[in-house]
């Protein structure tokens, strides 16, 4: 008897990701209300649902956090949308919700990050923004290729935590597609003014931001607290409301939430101005596909 080459399992997660991608264009402005009808009878067919039933669709499984990839080529496949048709279109309201866990890393590879932002102090650059706005943030950074191998270890500790993390966001499973870092200084007088880490063509796909901070023991400045607004999406704006919630830079500590959030880094005081006594972060973003 030949042995089936697709799991039942699997062949379940394929079927919830057609269905999440089928439901995903039924809010697409470029597409028609016939084809809409269409993906809508489709839908139903997916989850064996006659089109005169009131039946709900099946609810995609999670999956550890990740949605199912599909190993089998699909006909017909459904282009990339341009960032136009993907920007939020009706207001949705983010709490500003976050998890923050303190000791995420041994005290081995928190020291271990230390010592490698002192050995490369003479490699970090100025920080930029992606407006290239002036006077709006005040840092300076390492790229990741410059300590590939604590990359890797700070990647798969986050990778690993994120099944966790999800739900604590009320926010759903999703393919990481990449996990952007750099290591980020702060000395006196350093800052970054109220943004959101996905406003921008370049940077759309990104789903969610976290920051590890870290600093020498004891604790050589002051200021450098996150604060995270309340934000309203509207027709592709992100508009804080006034509302915050303030994380302070505890060392060995991360801090995950949405990157549609308004947030910002409050003015750091350093009064030694050394670079091995300022604020520390590995800092950035889990992207989703961009499909």
């Known amino acids: 008897m030949a042995q089936n080459l697709v799991s039942v399992d699997r062949l379940r997660q394929l079927t919830n990701l057609s269905i ?22 489709k839908i139903l067919e997916l989850v064996g649902v006659s089109p005169e039933t009131l039946i709900s669709p099946a609810v995609s499984p999670k999956t550890n ?13 459904i282009p990339a949308p341009d960032y136009q048709s993907v920007i939020q279109k009706e207001s949705l309201f983010l709490p500003g919700d976050h998890v923050f866990i303190e000791n995420f ?17 003479d490699q970090f650059v100025g920080s930029t923004t992606t407006t290239q706005a002036v006077n709006y943030r005040q840092s300076s950074i390492l790229y990741a290729t410059l300590f590939p191998e604590f990359y890797n270890l700070m990647r ?8 966790d993390i999800l739900p604590q966001l009320n926010h759903q499973p999703f393919d990481v597609s990449q996990v952007e870092m750099q290591l980020t200084a702060h000395n006196d007088g350093c800052f970054y003014k109220i943004h959101n880490d996905s406003g921008s063509e370049k940077t759309y796909t990104r789903t969610l931001t976290y920051v590890y901070y ?14 995270l607004y309340e934000t309203e999406l509207k027709n592709g704006s992100a508009i804080s409301q006034g509302q915050y919630k303030t994380i302070e830079p505890r060392n060995n500590s991360i ?5 549609r959030c308004k947030h910002e880094v409050m003015p750091v005081r350093c009064p030694s101005q050394r670079f091995e006594d300022g604020r520390f972060t590995l ?7 961009d499909h």
């Open 156 to 163: 798969n500790k986050i990778l690993n935590a994120l099944p």
């Open 105 to 121: 890393l041994s005290l081995e590879e928190n020291q271990e990050i230390l010592k490698i932002a002192f050995s490369k102090s």
């Open 65 to 77: 956090g990740f949605s199912p990839q599909p190993t089998t080529p699909q006909a017909d496949p």
């Open 283 to 289: 800092n950035g973003w889990l992207r989703r596909p």
């Open 214 to 227: 870290f600093h020498q023991e004891p604790k050589q400045f002051s200021g450098g607290e996150l604060r």
């Open 255 to 259: 801090v995950f939430f949405d990157s």
């Open 20 to 41: 999440e991608t089928l439901e995903s264009l039924l809010t697409s402005p470029d597409v028609s209300s016939q084809q809409k009808a269409e993906i809508a009878f």
